[in-house]
């Protein structure tokens, strides 16, 4: 079975791989000397900052494996060279909902960027795949856990 590909921006894998740099250079350094040090107040048995410390680093060493699972899987999406007025990763939608008349704007990227908070919307996610390939004043349908919801495409900003 092939492996789950990230979809993800070049910024967001060089981001990545400095974070995995940081992990494996300074942060594994760290844990080791708090490791050490714990070590040195005696019995193992009943030294909580030994716990502790154990548990900082699985918790830092299941980080590292998640970090290169994802550079190892990551597919690079640029502004995919199509047609300017299409909806696609990259792409800076605004939308009406139908329903309520409100606006919201988002970004298109790849699930590795996703932020709802700061309007970055996964392409996989139902609103986002039901952006895709459309263009401006189309009406979309998107089935959302929340229900059906209807978008008409005000504007279509692809860099």
């Given at each position: 079975m092939?492996?789950e590909?990230?979809?993800?921006s070049?910024?967001?894998?060089?981001?990545?791989?400095?974070e995995?740099?940081y992990?494996?250079?300074?942060?594994?350094?760290?844990?080791a000397?708090?490791i050490k040090e714990?070590?040195?107040f005696?019995?193992l048995?009943e030294?909580?900052e030994y716990?502790?410390a154990?548990?900082e680093?699985?918790k830092?060493?299941?980080?590292?494996?998640?970090v290169?699972?994802?550079?190892?899987?990551?597919?690079?999406?640029?502004?995919?060279?199509?047609?300017?007025?299409?909806?696609?990763?990259?792409?800076?939608?605004?939308v009406?909902?139908?329903?309520?008349?409100s606006?919201?704007?988002?970004?298109?990227?790849?699930?590795?960027?996703a932020?709802?908070?700061?309007?970055r919307?996964?392409?996989d996610?139902?609103?986002g795949?039901?952006?895709?390939?459309?263009k401006?004043?189309?009406?979309?349908?998107?089935e959302?856990p929340?229900?059906?919801?209807?978008?008409r495409?005000?504007?279509?900003?692809n860099?």
């Amino acid at each position: 079975m092939a492996a789950e590909k990230f979809k993800m921006s070049q910024e967001r894998y060089d981001q990545l791989k400095e974070e995995l740099h940081y992990m494996e250079t300074v942060r594994e350094k760290e844990v080791a000397e708090q490791i050490k040090e714990a070590r040195s107040f005696g019995d193992l048995s009943e030294n909580s900052e030994y716990d502790e410390a154990k548990a900082e680093q699985g918790k830092l060493y299941s980080k590292i494996a998640e970090v290169k699972n994802l550079l190892e899987n990551a597919e690079i999406v640029e502004n995919e060279v199509r047609d300017k007025s299409t909806v696609g990763i990259g792409s800076r939608v605004k939308v009406q909902d139908l329903e309520d008349g409100s606006e919201d704007e988002f970004q298109l990227v790849g699930s590795q960027e996703a932020n709802p908070m700061l309007g970055r919307i996964s392409d996989d996610s139902p609103i986002g795949r039901g952006l895709l390939g459309h263009k401006k004043d189309e009406v979309v349908t998107v089935e959302a856990p929340a229900g059906t919801m209807q978008f008409r495409i005000l504007s279509v900003e692809n860099d």
